[in-house]
């Protein structure tokens, strides 16, 4: 990178497309924003100590032991055995401060795993979006957005947030060569911004969720700023900046 | 595929997310907009009999033996001891009617070769786009949009055309459950197709291919229905339908 002149912002629209990224040198915003980016932010929002990104359902059990809360979530719905799912509001229980937590979720945790290799990695959502970017401006680093999507395909709510946060930073960043990636999402922010709820009315996963009368999430996810932190990797555990 | 409901349409926008397809069912129109199917559609509307897409340099003088005509791009450049590099106006040629010509490109023949196990593969490009999608609604099967991008990165030009392509078809078409890359394009095509030159100004392939010389190319290649030929592979070549 080029210290002289303006760092650069990219966007991943697949963790499939991550390898054709340079991330070493880079911070990695990884969105998973229905739902698990969005909770990684309340949950610390509402004073949580750490969250752990855990890989399976087992892995996130065995934590169980260690005196975690655990959370998990497969297809969209909360375990049997768990203290939480995936859902924003299960991270505002009275439990939440000063609580170890221990989260599995189908995309979002997946997302965060393959993100270690980054200099930084840090949990992105509409939720604490302002936060975040001032505190990207004052890295002057690469920035790459990692949009979690479903199952290695696009989506377009973590498109979306990417495009906000491309918006958000396009006076201190440039674009890499590879720039479309980062055009088109801010271009499907610009179409989204006013509506964001009405935006995703057609979307995939919006749709995936509507079967499972989570309505009330979604509205929360969408909004701006209600969970003021930035959750940051080190090591395995993300801990609030 | 249910035959009683309208077929589904689906846009895969970089190669590397061509796995999460199933494509057996399917039928695959390749999109290169800069410069191969563009060109590919426009050797055929000139008379050329089949085109070969091969994968390397070698292979592709290989054929030169065998009295074909051939051609080469890498890096946006034609390369010495070919006949044609990747210009739309080269296969143009009068040499073109009734020849067999064998190419190679950076992103498009790579991507001809990786549809191979669809049911049909097609090349589409705005030059096509009418003929194209009337004989796709004819087929009353799946159709999934395979973007060439560059070096499996997204980009605008194979989005959008995509998106042109989606838009085109939708009062016949559904979406699949992974809607959103095809709710995506479409609504950037939608952003786009007033001044689709315009609109590429700010694009990582156009910036690429400016410091070629080559503008009149791009000019070119954005125009709708000046080869209005449907190029099908049988085998391992192109032939016009």
């Not at 005196?67 to 924003?88: T, V």
């Not at 495009?163 to 610009?190: E, H, K, M, T």
Request: proline share 3%.
């Amino acid at each position: 990178m080029n210290r002289s002149s303006k760092p650069l912002i990219d966007v991943c629209i697949s963790p499939a497309l991550y390898p054709q990224f340079s991330p070493q040198d880079s911070i990695v915003v990884v969105i998973d924003i229905l739902r698990a980016t969005s909770s990684i932010c309340v949950a610390f929002a509402n004073g949580a100590s750490s969250l752990v990104p855990v890989a399976t359902i087992e892995d996130s059990m065995a934590y169980k032991t260690k005196g975690f809360l655990i959370g998990a979530e497969r297809q969209g719905a909360m375990l049997d055995g768990f203290d939480f799912g995936n859902s924003p509001f299960s991270y505002m229980d009275a439990r939440i401060k000063n609580s170890n937590i221990a989260l599995t979720t189908t995309n979002g945790t997946k997302a965060l795993n393959i993100a270690k290799n980054a200099h930084t990695v840090v949990v992105g959502s509409f939720l604490n979006i302002d936060v975040l970017s001032q505190w990207l401006v004052k890295q002057n680093r690469n920035v790459i957005c990692l949009c979690a999507g479903w199952k290695n395909s696009m989506n377009l709510e973590d498109t979306l947030f990417a495009g906000a946060l491309v918006d958000a930073l396009q006076n201190d960043f440039d674009f890499s060569d590879f720039r479309d990636s980062a055009i088109a999402a801010q271009q499907l922010y610009s179409l989204a911004k006013n509506d964001l709820y009405g935006y995703l009315d057609n979307s995939s996963h919006r749709k995936r969720l509507e079967r499972l009368h989570i309505e009330d999430d979604i509205h929360y996810c969408l909004q701006l700023n209600k969970a003021p932190v930035v959750p940051v990797l080190r090591g395995h555990t993300l801990y609030a900046l």
